[in-house]
């Protein structure tokens, strides 16, 4: 990754040393690149040159406010799942006509807020929603933009928890019925059909899952279109996957001009949406970690260093790998080392049977801990979580104080 490099033997972000970082802030410690955000922003610019494009920032994958609000400040929309979400963008200054709501739980709550909010469109994953939907915008007097998700049956050929896009899966509306579905949406009165939107996975790498996924809404759209149902724009979601070992990243440009040409094939001038996440944010981001002990087992040698699954849980619950590398290289014979945690759990790890040269006191940084990093931590085993940091060129700003003993208790009562 370009914005962390070795300088003088020592890893850098951009122009600032990570163990400068971490000896100031402690850790473990999230440190992000804002030119490496630029980078992966700039793709997604560059690949809809000339085209009606709106990219919504999947802002699950980092929801921390200075980066939403540096994507704001990119013009980015936003692709949110929940309330809190909603109350994240405003707060980060990002507009609401550029939000696209998904998620197959909505409350009525949120419904309303996003409705007060004026969002640019729902993203509707069943029947039941759609109804509840239209009751809360007629009693608003308002009229909610909707998309339909439309669950295209496709393998998007990525691990099993973050595949979305099969028939099995709990999200969207399964292709067969997307008509019917449509069709009561026209006649609810809160109602007004704008769209329809497919999210099939994430991680995915090659550009044909996406184009089959598109084939199939465009038989759909083209059915709309018949019985008069006309859609202002077409939502592919997100997924894009990025590079954690020796996987080939699918770029944006191979897979929007993939796309631009299936729609001029057809005559169709929609406005496409994309939602992406873990592209946009992922390789922008490591998590420095200290080694507290070397344990040298019969089978194993183990690093134990002071970040766990609480503070990056994809290891533990994907078995996702992530690269490890020293912050300060050692030339000393290096040996296979499994890097774990301090959670009493055996799935307590971070990287398996990585070949390192390391002491107690070095630092690790996690490589690619910029997506699904921070956003999933807990407090398991009442551990507060990690600080955040954004380094811009020499300067860095704190986004995210370390949390306190009172920080984790805040909340709890004792009994009377
Ligand atoms: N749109 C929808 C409707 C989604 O469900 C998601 C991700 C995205 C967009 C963004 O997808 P991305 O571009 O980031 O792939 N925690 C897992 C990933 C879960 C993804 C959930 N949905 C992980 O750490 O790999």
């Not at 299936?262 to 001038?269: C, I, N, Q, R, S």
Request: aromatic share 8%; net charge negative; proline share 4%.
């Amino acid at each position: 990754q370009p914005y962390f490099h070795y300088r003088d033997s020592e890893l850098f972000v951009e122009e600032v040393s990570l163990a400068a970082l971490a000896s100031q802030l402690g850790t473990p410690l999230y440190v992000y690149s804002k030119a490496a955000l630029q980078t992966a922003w700039d793709a997604y610019a560059q690949a809809a040159k000339g085209h009606q494009v709106l990219v919504c920032y999947g802002m699950k994958a980092n929801s921390n406010l200075a980066i939403l609000q540096q994507f704001a400040r990119f013009g980015s929309g936003f692709d949110i799942v929940s309330g809190g979400e909603l109350k994240r963008v405003i707060k980060a200054g990002g507009n609401p006509g550029k939000v696209v709501f998904s998620g197959v739980g909505k409350e009525v709550w949120e419904m309303e807020l996003a409705l007060e909010a004026g969002v640019k469109c729902f993203n509707v994953e069943s029947v039941p929603e759609l109804r509840r939907l239209s009751d809360v915008a007629t009693r608003l007097s308002k009229v909610a933009p909707v998309s339909l998700r439309v669950n295209p049956d496709v393998d998007a050929q990525t691990h099993p928890y973050i595949s979305t896009g099969l028939k099995e899966n709990k999200f969207g509306i399964a292709i067969e019925s997307a008509l019917d579905a449509y069709r009561l949406a026209k006649e609810l009165p809160g109602l007004n059909v704008v769209g329809v939107d497919c999210h099939i996975g994430s991680q995915i790498t090659e550009v044909s899952p996406y184009l089959d996924a598109l084939d199939k809404l465009l038989s759909l759209i083209a059915q709309l279109k018949a019985e008069g149902i006309e859609l202002h724009h077409l939502d592919l979601g997100g997924g894009l996957g990025i590079r954690y070992d020796d996987e080939t990243p699918l770029a944006p440009g191979i897979l929007l001009d993939a796309v631009f040409k299936k729609l001029a094939d057809k005559g169709l001038e929609l406005e496409l949406v994309l939602e992406p996440g873990r592209s946009l944010v992922g390789n922008a981001g490591v998590l420095v970690t200290e080694v507290q002990y070397l344990k040298h087992t019969e089978d194993k040698d183990f690093a134990i260093v002071d970040a766990g699954m609480n503070d990056l849980m994809r290891p533990a619950l994907y078995e996702a790998w992530h690269g490890v590398l020293p912050i300060k290289p050692r030339s000393a014979q290096a040996r296979v080392y499994d890097v774990v945690g301090p959670v009493c759990e055996s799935a307590d790890w971070l990287a398996k049977s990585r070949c390192l040269a390391v002491q107690e006191g070095d630092l690790l940084a996690i490589e690619s801990a910029g997506a699904y990093g921070f956003v999933m931590a807990g407090h398991y085993n009442s551990r507060p979580r990690a600080a955040e940091v954004l380094v811009d060129g020499k300067n860095w700003h704190l986004i995210r104080a370390r949390e306190s003993f009172d920080d984790l208790i805040r909340g709890e009562r004792l009994l009377d």
